[in-house]
């Protein structure tokens, strides 16, 4: 029996989550409790957990985390199922803690009121007690009462699988739908982004100039779904040191002078080597356009974005008016933003890592001076200035791969964005030998690489390194992603025979 109770509190521990799942996918207005706990968890866990969350399982770090909230709340479900089974008032309290704490870290989004949240918690908690009272009488000592009771528990997993999964789509398709990304027709640019020939070199396997939109890395603090917008109500305010407080539609922004660029973004946990990188064709309205009609005022330094979903960055406002491409961006790469990044608007800034200028799901802009105000990330550890270092990449072959001995491409791509790429060398094997270069589609974006060389049979050891338009040379000594970006020289083995 006691088994039985174990399972039970398991299973219905199961259920609660499922239940308020499938609640927040059925009406749009109540909250996903395992978001919100994951969000609370993000937002609390020291960096070297973060960090290693992102090294051992890179973007499916926001799924590793679901499956920890769930294996854990199982486990406490059946750790207490005995003692819930036996005392009701045990059971009571555990569920009625089980939805509070839910509903108090879903009401921590801006976007969540607290009656929305624990209408979610009571619903999860109110599940979970009918599951554990209904497995509480299926719990039989014989063996015949042991197999209707595993087939019970079976079924109620079976129906917490479908409406747990069921709740997350009716969710994601609902937050999609209420914001009518699909009825946008971008306008036409009144300057457009054209791709020069030369700037893309024919090498199999070599990562593509502009990347796919379903490719785009994807890096943020938002669990499982996009944050809810209504595109008839959205807009982006800019407030704080300003002559004047403004606020943007977004047919305002559809209406103005919009500007195509290419900007490479990446994110700071990027690795030496990795793939937490991409180059998009923004569209999109200059920020400091926007800035000028506010008026910033003197002695104003930062410029704060802030997300619908409370999310923060901070960057000099020197940026906005560096030269630099600094977007409120509305399109990627021919179509409005994905959901995914960051619609209806984000900004783009290039040459600062995305932890403190990449804000999606814009909401506002607000203008402060440096020390007035910390960015999310900041208190966290990371630097408060991020521009991207320079750095460079080995795309083909592929570290560990066997290759046919004699001449053979070795490609990749190098980015210095606001300063540009001068110059690729590639080591082989200890020697160091200059890359051609394709034709730089702009100082923002990425630049490819590609040296055709003689391997002889046997391993090869392959190292990159790049110099930026300033002169600067890559720098060698490797360090982690924190607290401002990793450096090192990208290097791969390759067996030739």
Request: charged share 20%; glycine share 10%; aromatic share 8%.
């Amino acid at each position: 029996m006691a088994n039985q109770q174990r399972i039970s509190g398991a299973v219905a521990a199961g259920a609660a989550l499922a239940a308020g799942e499938l609640a927040a996918g059925l009406i749009a207005s109540l909250p996903s409790l395992l978001s919100g706990v994951a969000v609370a968890v993000i937002d609390s866990v020291p960096r070297p957990v973060k960090e290693f969350a992102i090294e051992t399982f890179g973007t499916k770090d926001k799924l590793a985390l679901g499956v920890g909230i769930v294996v854990v709340s199982l486990l406490v479900g059946y750790l207490l199922g005995p003692r819930m089974i036996k005392s009701p008032s045990v059971a009571w309290a555990v569920f009625g803690t089980f939805g509070i704490v839910g509903a108090a870290a879903a009401a921590r989004s801006p976007q969540v009121g607290s009656t929305s949240a624990l209408a979610t918690g009571a619903i999860s908690a109110l599940f979970g007690l009918l599951a554990l009272a209904f497995l509480a009488r299926a719990a039989q000592p014989t063996e015949e009462g042991r197999r209707r009771f595993l087939v019970s528990a079976g079924a109620l997993v079976a129906l917490a699988v479908v409406a747990a999964y069921g709740g997350s789509l009716l969710a994601d398709r609902t937050r999609r739908l209420f914001a009518r990304r699909e009825d946008v027709i971008l306008p036409e640019a009144v300057e457009v982004a054209t791709v020069p020939a030369g700037s893309s070199l024919e090498v199999s396997g070599l990562t593509p100039l502009v990347t796919p939109n379903d490719d785009f890395y994807r890096i943020d603090t938002v669990p499982f779904t996009v944050p809810s917008v209504d595109l008839d109500t959205w807009a982006v305010r800019i407030h704080g040191m300003v002559s004047r407080e403004v606020e943007y539609t977004y047919a305002d922004l559809a209406e103005m002078d919009l500007v195509e660029r290419h900007v490479t973004l990446t994110c700071v946990s990027n690795e030496v080597g990795g793939d937490l990188i991409g180059t998009a064709k923004w569209l999109g309205v200059p920020l400091a356009t926007l800035l000028d009609v506010a008026g910033v005022e003197a002695g104003a330094e930062q410029i704060i974005g802030r997300s619908v979903d409370g999310f923060t960055v901070g960057f000099p406002v020197d940026a906005a008016y560096d030269g630099r491409e600094a977007l409120v961006a509305i399109g990627m790469n021919g179509e409005p933003l994905p959901f995914d990044h960051g619609f209806p608007a984000r900004l783009v800034v290039a040459g600062l890592y995305g932890y403190v200028s990449a804000t999606k799901w814009l909401s506002e802009i607000e203008l402060t001076t440096w020390e007035a105000f910390d960015a999310y990330w900041i208190p966290r550890g990371w630097s408060k200035e991020a521009p991207i270092k320079t750095q460079s990449r080995v795309d083909v072959p592929r570290h560990g791969s066997r290759v046919a001995a004699g001449p053979q491409a070795i490609a990749g791509v190098a980015w210095a964005p606001n300063r540009g790429i001068s110059r690729v060398e590639v080591e082989v094997d200890g020697e160091w030998l200059d890359a051609e270069l394709a034709v730089s589609l702009s100082e923002d974006t990425w630049r490819q690489w590609r040296l055709v060389h003689d391997l002889a049979p046997g391993s090869h050891t392959l190292r990159v390194r790049a110099t930026d338009i300033t002169g600067a040379v890559q720098d060698s000594e490797f360090r982690p992603p924190a607290p401002d970006g990793a450096t090192g020289f990208h290097t791969v083995t390759v067996q030739a025979s």
